[in-house]
Nanobody, 111 residues
Framework: QVQLVESGGGLVQPGGSLRLSCVISGIDFSRYAIEWYRQPTRKAREWVAGISNSGRANVAEPVKGRFTISRDNAKNTGYLQMNSLQPEDTAVYYC?????WGQGTQVTVSS
């Protein structure tokens, strides 16, 4: 059974940074792509970034140049480094692998 556990969210001021982690178990993580999504309150979930099993990364236009996705296969962990955070980045952030989702981690950007 695939399990994903996100962590690293919190409250940060505009311009600040956070690094989210997603620990994966129950599957050979090194074989699969992983993606990050976010869902602001009362809005639809949206794709943020993805990284293939070989390390090819893509990020959505709204976060390009500010967010970086990475992975450490030895630690079964995916990461989302978020810099220059803005209030519009406030959302619950989820990681996704195949059809499995984590429980989400709240990111709030506010002064």
């Amino acid at each position: 059974q695939v399990q994903l556990v996100e962590s690293g969210g919190g409250l940060v001021q505009p311009g600040g940074s956070l690094r989210l982690s997603c620990v994966i178990s129950g599957i050979d993580f090194s074989r699969y792509a992983i993606e990050w999504y976010r869902q602001p309150t009362r809005k639809a979930r949206e794709w943020v970034a993805g990284i293939s099993n070989s390390g090819r990364a893509n990020v959505a236009e709204p976060v390009k140049g500010r967010f970086t996705i990475s992975r450490d296969n030895a630690k079964n962990t995916g990461y989302l480094q978020m810099n220059s955070l803005q209030p519009e980045d406030t959302a619950v952030y989820y990681c996704n692998l195949l059809a499995s989702w984590g429980q989400g981690t709240q990111v709030t950007v506010s002064s």
